[in-house]
């Protein structure tokens, strides 16, 4: 925000590394710390500031990590602490930042805490999670339903009392409402920090607090019982399971601990609505950032597109972190058309994001133009897919990454844990794709390059968009120093609209060009020729 003072994470480009799938150093297929640390070169390479490592806890591994039995350790199959703590270093030495994953909302049901709880209701962690008595009918207490498939409750025969879970019944929500939760992750947070972490992505931010009366979520549309667990999640409207008031005591809070060691939180609060989204960063006390999610729902659709990032923009960009795409959702490329059409596509509005003030994510091989690995049904391991059937799983995001034009991709010696998919080709790989002029891997170091060194973009101070209709989305971003240049960001979607050719765009004054997403582009004194599904950095020359 104006006015504020600069902190290390305004300015940054963020990259999510999904442990599993990232790079596995002891040939047991399984991605690794180690493997994480040998590669951190290539990422303070590509031009990254700060690296999202997700959750590499003691984890029986029902949701591959997000289902923690030991906050403070690393799984086995991951590495030791001091393997995270040896990668912290290794970053910081080589000017990375590293942002671990904290799981808050829930536990494992191995976590010792809800073993105790299952000892029965007089337990001393037993309030530590969400119990209630069965309805009049024996049933569920009321009709929250879980995202992963089936109700948000499960009975526990011995103690005739059902518990919550938002996600599976492997991963019981912890009670928020209980000030002893509250003290034992204010101490896991320091721990972390105090280990060296600069910042925790805090997972499913938005609803760690309930409502108090328990009360059923309005039902929007039927959906039969059989439909898939997404559809079945947004037929309600989600009132009293999520967004209530006083999960923003809780960042303060945190906030509070992570002053005192300069860190950051980063939430990934999933709701779409602009405003609801704005209040987790608004006073400056709570986040530090929060993904804004509506990056990965628009269509290559441009007032889709300008809608959307507009609205956010407008609603205090800075505090934003801007997801090209994630472990969860379908890779960008894929979204808008598979292939070399959507990888051009992705690398574009990826462009896009770079120019908006806040922070670009870029989501492991987003970089390589990787579109989603094409998988048999038979190799489903997300249990989304495996418990529903018939229903999309994230595995084809999470297929391992591709180091080495060689059997293994570089990425295991062993039998990876998920095959790389159908469509993955040796040229794809970072290695055949380093220093080939034009390659989506150097186009990205090319992109990151330029917003590193441009003040409009890295330091910013306002901004405002330049058209409100036609093909062309276009941003003016001004630098805080006022000696630098003025940077417009610009993007033409040609959607359906059957065009084929360039379009025309006036920029605001004479300008150069410091970066394109594809070849074909040109600037003539005011007059911005742009390719469809290009994007541009344009340096306002007066
Ligand atoms: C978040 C994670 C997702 C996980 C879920 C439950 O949405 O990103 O991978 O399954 O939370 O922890």
């Given amino acids: 925000m104006n006015g504020d003072p600069v902190n290390w994470w305004h300015g940054a480009v963020g990259y999510e590394v999904y442990v599993r799938s990232f790079a596995d150093s002891d040939g047991d297929g399984i991605g690794d710390l ?24 003691p984890s029986p591994q029902a949701d591959h990590g997000y289902d923690v039995s030991d906050y403070l350790g690393v799984e ?26 904290l799981v808050p909302n829930h536990s494992s049901s191995q976590h010792p805490w809800f073993l105790d709880a299952l000892i029965g209701r007089d337990a001393e962690h037993r309030d530590f999670y969400v119990w209630r008595d069965p309805a009049p009918d024996g049933g569920p207490p009321n009709n929250w339903v879980s995202n992963f498939g089936g109700p948000a409750w499960t009975l526990d025969e011995r103690s005739g009392q059902y518990y919550m879970h938002l996600f599976l019944p492997e991963q019981p929500d912890l009670n928020w409402a209980n000030d002893r939760v509250r003290t034992a992750f204010a101490d896991i947070i320091d721990t972390w920090f105090a280990r060296g972490v600069d ?17 059923d979520n309005p039902l929007l549309v039927e959906v039969a019982a059989s439909s898939a667990p997404g559809d079945r ?75 959307t990032l507009g609205g956010l923009v407008e609603a205090g960009g800075d505090d934003f972190a801007w997801p090209l795409g994630s ?9 808008f058309g598979g292939g070399e059409v959507g990888a051009r596509r992705a690398r574009a509005y990826l462009t896009l994001l770079c120019g908006l003030p806040g922070v670009p994510f870029l989501y492991q091989g987003d970089e390589l133009g990787l579109d989603d690995g094409d998988l048999a049904d038979d190799s489903a391991q997300d249990p989304i897919a495996v418990r529903n059937p018939g229903a999309a799983g994230r595995d084809p995001v999470r297929t391992p990454m591709l180091w080495e034009a060689v059997e293994g991709f570089g ?37 990151l390059r330029a917003r590193r060194e441009l003040p409009a973009l890295r330091k910013g101070a306002g901004s405002q968009w330049l058209a409100d209709t036609g093909p062309v989305i276009a941003l003016r971003r001004h630098p805080e120093d006022t000696s630098a240049a003025d940077v417009v ?33 040109e600037v003539d004194g005011t007059t911005l020729r742009l390719p469809p599904d290009t994007a541009v950095f344009v340096e306002l020359t007066s």
């Fill in 233 to 307: 999640f947004k037929a309600f409207d989600h009132v009293h399971d999520q967004d209530q008031e006083g999960v923003l005591d809780i960042y303060r809070e945190w906030n509070r601990i992570a002053a005192k060691h300069d860190a950051m939180l980063l939430g990934e609060v999933y709701l779409l609505q602009t405003e609801r989204l704005r209040r987790y960063v608004a006073d400056g006390d709570g986040l530090h950032l929060a993904f804004a999610f509506a990056t990965l729902h628009t269509t290559w659709d441009v007032d889709e597109i300008r809608t």
């Fill in 411 to 447: 990425f295991t010696t062993g039998t990876p844990w998920l095959p790389f998919g159908a469509n993955r080709r040796p040229e794809q790989a970072a290695a055949a794709q380093q220093g080939v002029p034009g390659s989506p891997l150097e186009r990205t170091r090319d992109l």
């Fill in 489 to 521: 960001t610009a993007l033409h979607v040609a959607d359906g609209t059957g065009a084929t050719g360039p379009a025309s765009f006036r920029l605001p004054a004479p300008g150069r060009l410091v970066y394109a997403s594809d070849d074909g582009v």
């Fill in 34 to 57: 180690r493997g994480i640390r040998d590669r951190l070169p290539y990422l303070a390479g590509l031009g990254v500031d700060l690296v999202w490592v997700t959750p590499f806890y």
């Fill in 327 to 335: 472990h969860d959702d379908p890779r960008a490329a894929t979204r």
């Fill in 76 to 101: 086995p199959t991951y590495g030791s602490v001091d393997d995270a703590t040896a990668l912290i270093e290794r970053a910081h030495e080589l000017g990375l930042r590293v942002v671990f994953d």
């Fill in 199 to 215: 910042g925790i992505r805090i997972d499913v931010a938005h609803a760690l607090v309930k409502d108090e009366q328990f009360r």
